[in-house]
């Protein structure tokens, strides 16, 4: 990792209607709308989606680290974060994420450690703990099971 700070700069363009353009040096241009919630066309990504879906890139990143610091012998992981958005003293604002996570371990594997690495990468994730809002952590923990050979 290079040593902080670390500065990330994106370029917003957009015209009176239509797409909004998300620009950053080396990645595709990411095309924005305004969310159906929003009265926009609801087949685009809005400011709304990537916050909530860099809440759980960042978390499965973060447990990618800490599951190998651990020497956890895991096969995958699939993540759902739900980002709830409300009202809050008169300002839009989401107010709690929750991540729910599946994981699938290696036989032999401790699902204790697995949890303990599951809470610490919550705990860990920049994204999450840069916004006000609560992140709360629902784990599903599976060990693969192998068919037996005659």
């Known amino acids: ?3 902080f700070p670390h500065d990330y700069a994106v370029n917003v363009s957009a015209s009176p209607v239509g797409d909004l353009e998300m620009r950053a040096s080396g990645v595709p241009v990411f095309l924005t709308a305004a969310p159906v919630e929003f009265d926009g066309p609801g087949n685009r ?3 709304e989606t990537p916050l909530v879906a860099a809440v759980g890139d960042c978390f499965v990143l973060t447990f990618r680290a800490v599951a190998a610091r651990m020497e956890l012998p895991w096969t ?3 993540c759902e974060v739900r980002g709830i958005l409300e009202r809050k ?3 839009a604002q989401f107010t709690a994420f929750t991540i729910h996570t599946e994981l ?3 036989p032999g594997a401790s699902a204790e450690t697995a949890r303990r690495a599951l809470v610490k990468s ?6 999450a703990n840069s916004l ?4 709360r952590l629902e784990m599903e923990i599976e060990t ?4 037996r050979t005659a």
């Open 45 to 47: 990504w809005s400011p």
């Open 89 to 91: 003293d008169g300002l």
């Open 104 to 106: 699938m371990l290696l």
């Open 76 to 78: 995958s992981v699939r």
């Open 132 to 135: 006000k809002a609560v992140s």
């Open 144 to 147: 693969v099971v192998f068919p």
């Open 1 to 3: 990792m290079k040593p």
């Open 122 to 127: 919550k705990d860990g994730c920049l994204i």
